[in-house]
């Protein structure tokens, strides 16, 4: 629940990571029952936390993607049934904007506004994307992925190494711990096309072949044995089953995504003439890559979530809804969920 002002009056979000765990990745199916199970559960508590009754809201935010069908018609049909059943404008916010408008929001809390035009960096599972953001919050695509998502990458990676999924909070946790430079991962290079577009799959299939030239038998056991007892092991137990050389190649692995990514701010911020660098996403999560992108000399304010904000929320949603809301752009109660969904 978001107010006018920019207050966050509470913010509630249901994990399903457990239920997809075992899987090693998001399976679409349990995705929707999950969300199916949370999603009238969630909206009470984030009513009583925010101590507000029905007749106190003036709008309903949903996404409506891009993303999975199946979640997408669970948490469009459910903000339907609301704005019918209150009489209330329904609003249909594109999940990427959201990611992009926590953190204008969350600025704007800390009095320390995003300047624009802002180049918007959102890192996630199913995105890796340059925008550029006008002060009217128009978009334009400056450059993507062509294969995997940096989160994606990271997933995989932890997959193979037996990290289990997520993969990206556990390298990130482990990364330290080894030398980001014992590995020189060559970085993409994109013969033609755009040259702010990113690529991850040469990464990933070079760690792959890392993996092949090693005997990792054991270790990757070690490491499962390790989850099956404990569903999020500490960085102490993860530490106990995985090696130096592993170390070297959590932390050289991370080191290239991290250069890959800031390697397109920099020719991204000066073609627009960026007064801002918003980045966003769950990878904006990463350690390193606020580290690395804080004392990077961009030149410009660097802005990143809140780590609560950075992963998939509602508040996100509901503050990319506002400009919409003075704008009365609402949707109908016919309005689709889209897969894919540009910006
Ligand atoms: O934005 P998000 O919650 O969901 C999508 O819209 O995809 O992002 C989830 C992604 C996962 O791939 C996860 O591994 C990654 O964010 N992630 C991280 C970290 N925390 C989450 N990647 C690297 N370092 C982290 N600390
Ligand atoms: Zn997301």
């Known amino acids: 629940m978001v107010e006018r002002s920019g207050a ?12 997809h765990a075992r899987y090693g990745g998001v399976v679409p199916e349990i995705a929707s029952r999950e969300h199916g199970r949370a999603i009238v559960p969630v909206v009470r508590t984030a009513m009583r936390e925010a101590g507000l009754t029905w007749t106190d809201l003036a709008a309903i935010a949903v996404t409506v993607g891009p993303g999975l069908i199946g979640s997408l018609l669970v948490g469009a049909t459910y903000a339907k049934s609301l704005s019918y059943a ?13 990611h992009i408008h926590a953190v204008i929001l969350e600025a704007r809390q800390r009095g320390t506004p995003v300047q ?5 960096l959102v890192v996630s599972g199913g995105h890796t994307h340059l925008f550029s953001v006008s002060d009217r919050f128009e978009y334009k695509l400056l450059g993507k992925t062509r294969d995997d998502a940096a989160g994606e990458a990271f997933d995989k990676v932890g997959k193979l190494l037996g990290f289990g999924y997520p ?12 030398n980001p430079r014992a590995i020189r991962f060559t970085l993409a290079k994109l013969r033609d096309g755009n040259a702010l577009d990113f690529s991850f ?3 990933k299939t070079a760690v792959l072949r890392w993996f092949q030239a090693q005997e990792m ?9 390790l989850l ?10 993860w530490l106990t089953v995985t090696p130096r050389r592993t170390l070297d190649v959590v932390a050289s692995f991370q080191h290239t995504v991290i250069t890959e990514l800031l390697a397109r701010v920099r020719p991204s911020a000066e073609q627009i003439g960026a007064k801002s660098l918003i980045v966003s996403g769950g990878v904006a999560c990463n350690s390193g890559l606020r580290r690395t992108a ?33 704008d009365a752009d609402f949707a109908g109660l016919d309005a689709p969920v889209y897969a894919q969904l540009p910006l």
């Open 201 to 203: 799959s040469g990464l």
């Open 116 to 120: 624009f035009p802002a180049l918007a």
């Open 8 to 19: 966050i009056l509470s913010s509630v979000v249901a994990s399903q990571l457990a239920a």
């Open 167 to 178: 993969g990206g909070p556990v390298i990130d946790m482990l990364a330290p711990h080894g």
């Open 294 to 326: 804080a004392g990077s000399g961009f030149g410009v304010p660097v802005h990143f979530p809140s780590l609560a904000l950075s992963t998939d929320n509602a508040v996100m949603i509901a503050a990319a809804a506002f400009s919409k809301f003075e």
């Open 217 to 225: 038998q054991d270790e990757v056991e070690s490491r499962h044995a």
């Open 86 to 98: 209150l009489d209330l404008p329904l609003i249909a916010v594109n999940h990427v904007e959201g």
């Open 228 to 237: 099956a007892q404990h569903p999020r092991p500490t960085r102490e137990q």
